[in-house]
């Protein structure tokens, strides 16, 4: 890995700026991904969709209420990235990629009548996962990420 991708706080503006451009790509086909275009067959295709609600489309409170939340967590995120020792690395990379997807998807919130651009479906079939953008990957791992840091941080402390 190249030696500036291991300095975590890069990872915020990764996340951010692959989902910005790829949210815009989005958007300048928008007639074409309507109609689904497959990647992987069946099993990954991208289709453009406008989610109102947070993750999964859950949640359709408001736009306000969301821009609220996500400006909150984000402040919370910045909080704990700082307040984390250098040393844990890893716990501040997959704090800086969650910044990154808060960010980006605040900004489709803010900037674009409160919907966010999502566009990667998979599944097989009528089984489908919930269509995603970047920015919730980033969230996703990231969190996935600092949950393991933590769950072997306190398995350290007790054994």
Known sequence: MPRSLRQPWLWA?????VDFVTKRLV???EDAL????????EFARFIYVRNPGSAMGLFPVGRWALVGVSLAATVFIVWLYRTT?????????AMAAILGGALGNLI???????????F????????????????????SV????????????????DG
């Open 34 to 41: 309507r109609a689904k275009i497959d990647v992987l067959g």
């Open 120 to 139: 990667i479906d998979l599944g097989v079939g009528q089984s489908r996962f919930y269509t995603f953008n970047v920015a919730d990957i980033g969230v």
């Open 85 to 93: 020792p250098e040393r844990l690395r890893v716990r501040r990379a």
């Open 142 to 157: 990231g969190g996935a990420l600092l949950f393991l840091c933590l769950l072997l941080d306190g398995r350290r402390r």
């Open 108 to 118: 489709d919130r803010v900037f674009y009548g409160g919907l966010v651009v999502d």
């Open 27 to 29: 958007l300048l086909h």
């Open 13 to 17: 503006p990764l996340v951010l700026v």
